[in-house]
């Protein structure tokens, strides 16, 4: 019998790679709209790391025999374009730089609550090697926008128990 949370754990991962598919498109853009050079490093390795991560969710969904791909993240969608509307806009224009990193910021956020989602269903639904792997993911993104969540006012193991 399946679990009750498969669903919503499966609907859940498709989102996952829609929004990691969504910044392996964007990022290489925004990459292109700022001036500094260490910054177009640091998001060209951002979609390296996308990358792998898109790597994995697909390896995963080929262990449960499901398709990684199908039901869209609206909000990434939304919120990606929103930001690059104001950015084309030049309403940062004197601060691109600063508001480019803020909004990988933001959009890492995002990531970052939706693999703890995810992972919480992972383990409702005892996919222990899901979860494992999310552990890594979410770690790594916490390493990697620190500022984030100390912003979020909660604790990781708060979100991921």
Partial sequence: MDHPFL????RNFRRLYSCE?????????????????HLREEIEDLVGFCRERRNTLELLALSHGFSAAGDECSEMAT???????????????????DFVSDLCEALHRKLIQDYCIARSLAAKVDFADDVKRFDVVIDRLIEAFPEVWSRTGRSFSAVAA
Avoid: C, R, V
Avoid at 86 to 92: C, M, R, S, V
């Fill in 79 to 97: 919120l990606i374009n929103t930001e690059w509307k104001a950015l084309q806009k030049g309403y940062a224009a004197d601060f691109q730089n």
């Fill in 7 to 10: 669903p919503h754990y499966f």
């Fill in 21 to 37: 598919l969504q910044l392996m498109s964007f990022l290489p853009e925004l990459k292109s709209s700022t001036g500094s050079k």
